[in-house]
C-alpha cells in the first residue's frame, strides 16, 4: 500500500519540480510577482513534506534548506538578485537530481550537494536556523514527552500510579478541545477513575457562560510511560492547569534530563527529519530502531550521522517504490495500432486457411485460436496501459458543481460513484468539457431556487449523482439531478421560435427533452455566464459522438433530468456482427444488438403505405431495411430476411432488416474522418479478414432516419397515454 | 457511525498517506485540495473533525481555522493542523485563530489516530 502512495508521491513530485522550474523561470525573466515565489515555496515544501513521510533524509535535508532560503525571498528579507536565481536554479536542479535517486536508486555527487548547501546557508540569517531546527513542541514540556521514552524505555513496563489535576482555563474551550475526549484517550492507557470538582461552581444567577469552573481529578493505573500520559494532554498544554504526579517521578526525570543532554548533542540537520512525534517506535516506515540509551551519547550522534547512507538499503528492505516508466502517449498508440493489425491479420490466416483444400485442419485451428487468445492479452494489456479511473475527472466536477453553485445562489452536492471505472485515457479527457457543460446546466438550469425547492418539499440542497459503471462491453456515464426536469412547453416553444421544429409538430416527451441538444438552442432566458456563452448542448452531443458514444437525457417533470453518456470501452477495438446488406459486407456493433433471428412471411404486417412491422411474440417492432436506409439498390433478388433487434437508450426497438448474417468477430476500428465526409448511417469502417474494407453502422443513426421507426414510435406513445 | 474526518492538504502525497491510513482504521474521509475547497466543502461534509495543512494556494490553513471558528455554524469542530516542522510559532498562531491540536509531518498511524482520538475521542 504504502509503496503505491511512494509513486504518487514521486509522480507528484514530478509536478512539483515541474512548477519549481516554471516559477523560477519565470523570476529569471524578470517576474517577482509575490504569488509565483509563494508557488514555489509551497512546491518545495510539498516536497519535503512528501519526503519526511518517506524517510528520505537527503531529499527532506535539501529541500528543508532550499525552502527556507524560499521563506526568506518570500518574506521580503532577501532580494533576488542575479546570483541567488543561478544558485536557485542550480538547487532546483540538484532537487530533481535527488528525487531521482531517491526513486531510481543511484549516488547522489555528495560534493555537488554539500557546496550547494552551504551556498544556500550563506542566505539563512542565523537565529532562523536555530529556530527551524529546535527539536520539537511548543517550547516547554513538549521536548520532555519524547524524553521519557528514550529515557524509561529500557525498564521493564511497570504498573505506575499518577494521580492528575486537570483544570481547563476558559481559553481551552476556544481550541475545540473537550475533556471528556481527552478523558478516553487516557482510559486507552490503563485504569482510569474520573471525579469531577466542581467545587468552584458558582451559584446560578453568578455563571458566566464563557467562564470555566470545572476541574477533575483523575487517578490513572498504567504501565505506559509517563511521556505516554503527557502526549494526551499535548493539545491543551498552556490552555490548562495541568499536574501529573507519578510514584516513580525523580528516577524518571533523571532519566529525562540524560536524554534531553543526548538530544541536543545530536547533529542537528538530523533532528527535523529523525525527531517524530513522541510515539517512534510504532512508526510504519522506519526499520524498528533501539531506543538509543540516554548515556550512550555518541552512539545516537552516530546513528543520525549515518543515516542518509543507509537509505538506499533502507529503501530496498521495504521493496522500493514499484517503478513506473512515463512513456509518450504516440508510442501507446502505434502499439495499440499494430495490436489492431495483427487482429486483422488473423482474420486473414483464419480465412486463407479455411479457403485451403485441406481435409484436416485441426491442428493448425488449435493453433489459430492460441494466437487469438494472444492477441486477445496483448490488446487487452495495451488498452490497460491507456486505462485510467475517472475518479479525478469526477473529482473536478465535484469543484464545477460548487463553482456553479456559488455563482449561482443555489446549494447543490455532487454525489459520485464508480470513481474507480477505468476508462481510456483520451475518453477521460475528452470527457471533461462536455462533464463540465452538463453539471453547470443541471446546477443552472436544472435545480431550483432554495426557496423553489422547499416549497416543493424538497430538501433545500440539491443533489446531482455523477455516477460511472461498464455495461455489457460500454462506460455508461449518468448524471442525474433531483431539480425541476425540463420545462416540456418551454422547450417547444422556443424550438418552434427558433425554427427547430414546425409549429404544429407533434412530439413525444422524449423527442421534446432530445431537442435540448439541437444545434443553437438555449433555454436560459438570457445567457448566464455559467452555462451560456453561446455554446449548447448541441456541443456535448458532438464531443460525445466524437468518442463513438452516445447521449440521452430522460427527465420527470418536477423530480429531475437524468444525462446518460454510453461510451466505447475502447476508441480502437470493438465487437461486431458481420452482415451483408444488397451485397455489401458491414459491421453493426453488438453492444446495440438485442438479438437476432430469420424472420418469415406471417411475421410481417404492413403499416400505412410502405412501412412494415415485424411481429416477435405478440410485440410489434417496426422494421428498418438497412439498405432501403443506407440508399443501396439489390442487383440480385435477394431479399432481406435477417433482422436483428437493436434497442436505443430511449428504449425504443428497431428491427434493422439486412440479408444475411456471416459472423461474429472483433474489429479494428478505422476512423472515417479526413478521408470522407459524415455519412448518414456510417460509424466508422474496418478491414476484414479477407483484405476487404467494410463500414461499421451506426443503427441509432439508421433508425432515425427511418420513417417507419419514427411514425410508430410516435404511435406507440400515443396509445400508451391514451 | 464513522467518525468523518475532512483533510485539506494540497499535497496529493499527503492526502493520499491520510486517506489510507484514516480508511484503513475505519474513519470516514473527505478531501480537499487547498482551504478554500476545504471551507466550501465543510457544510457537505459536516465532519467530526479537521485536518488542515498550513500552506497551501488560495486559502492557507489559517485562513481555514479562522473562516471555520468564524462561521457560528460549528465552531466548536475540532481543527488538527498539519505542520511539517514543529516550529512553535507555527503552532501557537495556530492554536491562536483557534486549532485544536496539531500533527507533525511526517506522521506515523499511530501518531494519527492518537491525536484523532484526544480531540473526537475516536479511535475510529
Partial sequence: MSGSIQDTFFEECEELLEATDEGLTAIEGGDHDPEVVNAIFRAVHSIKGGAG?????????????????????????????????????????????????????GEIDEAHNDTLLAALDEYIPEEEEDLTFEPMGLGGPAPMMDLGDLGGAPAEPQEETYRIRFQPLKEMYGTGNEPFFLFQALKDLGELTVTMDENELPGFDAMDMAEAYLAWDLVLVTKETRSKVEAVFEFVEGLCELSINGDGDAEAEANALAALDAMFAAPPAADAAAAPEGEAPA?????????????????????????????????????????????????????INAVGELIINHSMLAQQIANLNVSDT????????????????????????????????????????????????????????????????????????????????????????????????????????????????????????????????RVKQ??????????????????????????????????????????????????????????????????GSTFTIILPLTLAVMDGMVVSVADQTMVVPITSIVE????????????????????????????????????????????????????????????????????????????LDGVCGEI??????????????????DPESIIAASPTAAAFDTERRMSNAS | MKTKVLAIDDSRTIRNLLAATLEEAGFEYHCAVDGREGVDMYPDVDPDV????????????????????????????????????????????????????????????????????????AAA
Fill in chain 1, 53 to 105: 513521510a518517506f524517510g528520505l533524509d537527503d531529499l527532506v535535508a535539501f529541500a528543508h534548506r532550499f525552502e527556507t532560503v524560499f521563506d526568506e525571498v518570500r518574506s521580503n528579507r532577501l532580494d533576488l538578485d542575479e546570483k541567488l536565481i543561478q544558485l536557485l536554479l542550480r538547487s532546483s536542479d540538484q532537487l530533481s537530481a535527488l528525487v531521482e535517486v531517491a526513486r531510481d536508486g
Fill in chain 1, 283 to 335: 512508526a510504519p516506515f522506519e526499520p524498528p530502531v533501539p531506543a538509543p540509551e540516554p548515556e550512550a551519547k555518541p552512539a545516537a550522534a552516530e546513528e543520525k550521522a549515518s543515516a542518509p547512507k543507509a537509505e538506499s538499503g533502507k529503501q530496498e528492505q521495504r521493496g522500493g517504490p514499484k517503478p513506473t516508466l512515463r512513456v509518450e502517449l504516440e508510442r501507446v498508440d502505434r502499439l
Fill in chain 1, 362 to 489: 485441426r491442428d493448425v485451428e488449435t493453433e489459430l485460436e492460441g494466437f487469438k487468445n494472444l492477441a486477445r492479452d496483448i490488446q487487452e494489456g495495451v488498452m490497460a496501459i491507456r486505462a485510467q479511473p475517472v475518479k479525478p475527472l469526477f473529482q473536478r466536477m465535484a469543484r464545477i458543481v460548487r463553482e456553479a453553485s456559488a455563482a449561482t445562489g443555489k446549494t447543490c452536492k455532487l454525489v459520485t460513484e464508480g470513481e474507480n471505472t477505468e476508462v481510456d485515457k483520451t475518453v477521460i479527457e475528452r470527457l471533461s468539457d462536455p462533464l463540465t457543460h452538463i453539471l453547470r446546466n443541471a446546477v443552472d438550469h436544472g435545480v431550483e431556487k432554495p426557496e423553489d425547492r422547499e416549497a416543493a418539499g424538497k430538501s433545500k440542497v440539491g443533489e446531482i449523482r455523477l455516477s460511472a459503471s461498464h455495461r455489457s462491453g460500454s462506460v455508461c456515464i449518468e448524471i442525474k439531478d433531483d431539480g425541476a426536469g425540463v420545462n416540456r412547453p
Fill in chain 1, 494 to 559: 422556443i424550438a418552434i421560435e427558433k425554427g427547430l421544429i414546425p409549429e404544429n409538430a407533434e412530439l413525444t416527451d422524449g423527442e421534446i427533452d432530445n431537442l435540448l441538444f439541437a444545434p443553437g438552442f438555449s433555454t436560459a432566458k438570457e445567457i448566464s455566464n455559467l452555462s451560456g456563452r453561446g455554446v449548447g448542448m448541441d456541443v456535448v452531443k458532438n464531443a460525445v459522438t466524437g468518442l463513438g458514444g452516445r447521449i440521452n437525457i430522460s427527465s420527470a417533470p418536477g423530480k
Fill in chain 1, 596 to 671: 437476432t433471428m430469420r424472420g418469415s412471411d406471417d411475421m410481417i404486417n404492413s403499416l400505412g403505405a410502405d412501412g412494415t412491422l415485424l411481429s416477435i411474440r405478440g410485440n410489434f417492432v417496426p422494421i428498418c431495411d438497412v439498405a432501403g436506409a443506407l440508399g443501396l439498390y439489390r442487383e440480385s433478388d435477394q431479399q432481406a430476411g435477417v433482422y436483428l433487434l437493436v434497442e436505443t437508450e430511449t428504449g425504443q426497438r428497431c428491427a434493422l432488416a439486412v440479408d444475411d448474417i456471416h459472423d461474429q468477430r472483433q474489429v479494428v476500428i478505422k476512423s
Fill in chain 1, 680 to 697: 448518414p448511417g456510417v460509424a466508422a469502417a474496418t478491414i476484414l479478414g479477407d483484405g476487404k474494407i467494410a463500414m461499421i453502422l
Fill in chain 2, 50 to 121: 479537521v485536518i488542515t495543512d498550513i500552506n497551501m494556494p488560495n486559502l492557507d490553513g489559517f485562513g481555514v481555522i479562522e473562516e471555520l471558528r468564524g462561521t457560528g455554524i460549528n465552531s466548536k469542530v475540532p481543527i488538527l493542523v498539519l505542520t511539517t516542522e514543529s516550529a512553535p510559532e507555527l503552532k501557537a498562531r495556530a492554536r491562536g485563530a483557534g486549532a485544536t491540536g496539531w500533527i507533525t509531518k511526517p506522521f506515523d498511524d499511530a501518531s494519527l489516530i492518537f491525536a484523532l482520538k484526544r480531540v473526537t475521542g
